[in-house]
Each structure stands twice: as structure tokens, then as C-alpha cells.
């Protein structure tokens, strides 16, 4: 049973324009995410995160939304770069529930690649 | 320079082998997690621990086993319990406050013949 999904096992986008990567999450207990970017053979690198006081969250080039009611995040890149192709994970923890310092739950990665 | 460290990159085992993955980190965390990736999927929690003494099973614990006796160490042992122990197995620490950020060693590939 996946609690967090990322439905979409590959997305390619043209260098410059907007990436929107979707997650969606089932257990009404998460209430912080984050989103990694990962390499092969690498681990993964810690990009943005939000927690659920908050219905966005803005870095840079990223900007990650939640929607509470629908249990639904995005991550948004923009401009796209060709360093940004990689696999984007989405991340979720039940923090102020009572989480602690639990594990991540992680939904199973979106191969991202950016197209010159 | 702080970081998180997995050694070896690459481990090559005998099936029925007990075989244990370094990390160590010097960021001064709390928190330090084992995960486990495998083709197509995303990371999978095997142990976790909050204080040094303690640690606590994730979600697919069984035939592996940890250790905490130090702050900077978390080794992990997967032994010949484990029935499918190929994987990529990657550590994480954290600070272990409300809203922690868990960040990653490079990951060890343990191939078991």
C-alpha cells in the first residue's frame, strides 16, 4: 500500500521551460515534505521542503506547492536547465503527529529529463 | 568539511555471508537512518535511530541489524537472513528536531553471488 505516489515515472521537458513534477499522498497523518534529487549511483540530495502551516514554499528556481484538501503536492522548476535531468523523489513524515525523528516514506521517483 | 560517509562504494558478497556497511557522520546528528533502494523504486526505511543505544525497526527490518555506540557511527549488518540483500543501501542523519531535514551519504552497492 503507497502512501506516497508519484505517478509519473518519467517527464521530459525542453531546456527552459517549466517542470511540474505531481506526488500524491494517502495518509492524512503527513505533515512535512520534501522533494530530492538524485543521480545514479549517487544518494539523493535534499532540494526544498513544506510543511502543511504552509500551501507554498519558494527557492530559486524551485517552488514547491500542497494542497492539503486534495493531499496533493508539486514541485515546480523554472527555467528548466539540463543539469536539473536526474530522478526527482517526493518525500513525506508525519512531524507534528508525533513523527519525531522517524524515517521518510518516499514515493518511487519521477526520471526527469531535460531536452535541449 | 562535514558530510556523511558510506564505505565501500561497491561490496561483492558470498550468498550466506553476514556483511556490514559503514556510515559515518561528523555534522554533529542525532538522528541516523538506514534505507534501501532497489530498481524502479523508491526508498525504503530499515532502521532508524534517534539517540545514541537506541534505534528503532522501519519498515522492512527483517535480516539486518544495527548498532548505535557512538553519535558519528550507524553500521548496518545485513545477514543471511536477508532473502534478497542485492540493493543499494543509502544512510541518512538528521538533527532529530520538528520539521528535520534528513540528508544522504553517497550509498553503498552490495552485490550478493
Known sequence: DQQVK?????LSVQEGRISILNCDYTNSMFDYFLWYKKYPAEGPTFLISISSIKDKNEDGRFTVFLNKSAKHLSLHIVP?????????????????SGGGADGLTFGKGTHLIIQP | DGGITQSPKYLFRKEGQNVTLSCEQNLN????????????????????????NDFQKGDI???????????????LTVTS????????????????????????????RLTVL
Not at chain 1, 508519484?6 to 518519467?10: A, D, G, M
Not at chain 2, 542525532?30 to 534501501?36: G, N, P, T
Not at chain 2, 527490518?61 to 553500521?75: C, D, H, N, Q, T
Not at chain 2, 532529530?96 to 550509498?107: E, I, K, S
Open chain 2, 81 to 108: 537472513a536477508q532473502k534478497n540483500p542485492t540493493a543499494f543501501y543509502l544512510c541518512a542523519s538528521s538533527i532529530a528536531g520538528v520539521a528535520d531535514t534528513q540528508y544522504f551519504g553517497p550509498g553503498t
Open chain 1, 6 to 10: 508519484q505517478n509519473s515515472p518519467s
Open chain 2, 29 to 52: 546528528h542525532d538522528a541516523m537512518y538506514w534505507y534501501r533502494q532497489d530498481p524502479g523504486q523508491g526508498l525504503r526505511l530499515i532502521y532508524y535511530s534517534q539517540i545514541v
Open chain 1, 80 to 96: 528548466s536547465q539540463p543539469g536539473d535531468s536526474a530522478v526527482y523523489f517526493c518525500a513525506a513524515k508525519g512531524v507534528y
Open chain 2, 61 to 75: 527490518a527483517e535480516g539486518y541489524s544495527v548498532s548505535r555506540e557512538k553519535k558519528e557511527s550507524f553500521p
